[in-house]
């Protein structure tokens, strides 16, 4: 099956057309194989995941997960994305690291952190500020202390970093490449914002303000991808954020407030401001802080040499 042959359709042949460009089968197609590659995984790791982990099967009735559990959980669904990524990879004769996260050339740890650090904790934690001076936010005290500071900080650690490989690659991965493609990596990179935040409408406490923010943290991610040419400063920003909101500061994540978090914050006042059940990203303020920190990685960082044409997207 080769899906970048070159086939140019035969005037009148409307199948040819529907199906094929000049280089082989079109963008659109060979998007929904991989979404059905992956459906399919995801399908067989709701099948084994509960067999490796008990827990799963348990959270039904309270929605609560085991940490360890959700980690694995969340490693299962990320290795399928690979999976999925490697297969489409092997059919059009590219490799893994030519969609998002290379291996060589790229100062991997170095961007991770940065990410981490820079463009998630931080932001997110001036953000909280911000909200603390308006008295729409308070920190409230610790709910943690002694082994169990550590313990959760490094679980929630590592089940959030599992969880920002697993929705970069789906959202930004082979899908932003190949449909760049076909309209333009802006043009993709909208559409699977909507996408991505669509995937968060079903979380309890959502809102739509909530998902509108959802959406224009995942087009902040694609900048980090367009200046850098790779996805891994942002899955550390996705990671730092996360972690930040779940474990550090315990505000509710698109609506959805972990277990052993480190504070046990409260918020008042009008919901488009403090963001209400769905957490910080609620607030119409993560708009403006979301619009300044793409402006502002995009001054910093120079444009990626080769994103100047579609066909060279991560090449």
């Known amino acids: 099956m080769d899906l970048q042959r070159d086939h140019s359709p035969e005037p009148g042949d409307l199948l040819e057309f529907i199906f094929f460009n000049q280089t082989g089968l079109r963008c659109g197609w060979r998007v929904l194989i991989f979404a059905v590659l992956v459906l399919i995984l995801e399908l067989m790791v709701g099948l084994i995941a509960p067999l490796?982990?008990?827990?799963?099967?348990?959270a039904s009735p309270t929605g609560y997960i085991p940490p360890f559990d959700l980690l694995l959980l969340r490693l299962l669904h990320f290795l399928s994305v690979v999976l999925a990524t490697w297969i489409m990879g092997h059919i059009e004769d590219r490799t893994?690291?030519?969609?998002?996260?290379?291996?060589?050339?790229?100062?991997?740890?170095?961007?991770?952190?940065?990410?981490?650090?820079?463009?998630?904790?931080?932001?997110?934690?001036?953000?909280?500020?911000?909200?603390?001076?308006?008295?729409?936010?308070?920190?409230?005290?610790?709910?943690?202390?002694?082994?169990?500071?550590?313990?959760?900080?490094l679980i929630w650690g590592m089940v959030l970093v599992a969880v920002a490989f697993w929705e970069e690659y789906l959202f930004r991965g082979y899908a932003l490449k190949t449909l760049a493609e076909g309209i333009g990596f802006w043009p993709a990179a909208v559409v699977l914002a909507s996408l991505f935040a669509l995937g968060h409408a079903s979380n309890q406490g959502e809102?739509?303000?909530?998902?509108v923010m959802t959406a224009f943290f995942a087009l902040f991610v694609s900048v980090t991808l367009w200046r850098t040419g790779s996805l891994w400063l942002g899955v550390g920003a996705h990671a730092g954020w996360d972690w930040?909101?779940?474990?550090?500061?315990?505000?509710?994540?698109?609506g959805l407030q972990v277990q052993g978090?480190?504070?046990n914050p409260h918020v008042q006042g009008p919901e488009w401001l403090s963001g209400g059940s769905v957490g910080p990203e609620g607030s119409v303020l993560t708009l403006a802080l979301l619009v300044l920190m793409s402006a502002l990685f995009a001054r910093l960082y120079s444009r990626c040499p080769g994103f100047s044409h579609p066909k060279h997207f991560l090449r």
Not at 53 to 58: D, I, N
Not at 124 to 143: C, D, K, N, T
């Open 52 to 58: 490796l982990a008990p827990g799963l099967l348990r």
């Open 96 to 153: 893994l690291g030519e969609y998002g996260l290379p291996l060589r050339n790229h100062p991997v740890v170095s961007r991770v952190v940065r990410g981490y650090l820079f463009w998630g904790f931080l932001p997110l934690s001036l953000l909280l500020l911000i909200m603390r001076s308006l008295h729409v936010f308070y920190f409230g005290r610790p709910a943690l202390s002694g082994f169990s500071v550590l313990y959760w900080a």
């Open 207 to 211: 809102t739509r303000i909530g998902l």
């Open 244 to 254: 930040a909101q779940s474990y550090f500061y315990g505000v509710s994540d698109s």
């Open 261 to 263: 978090h480190l504070f």
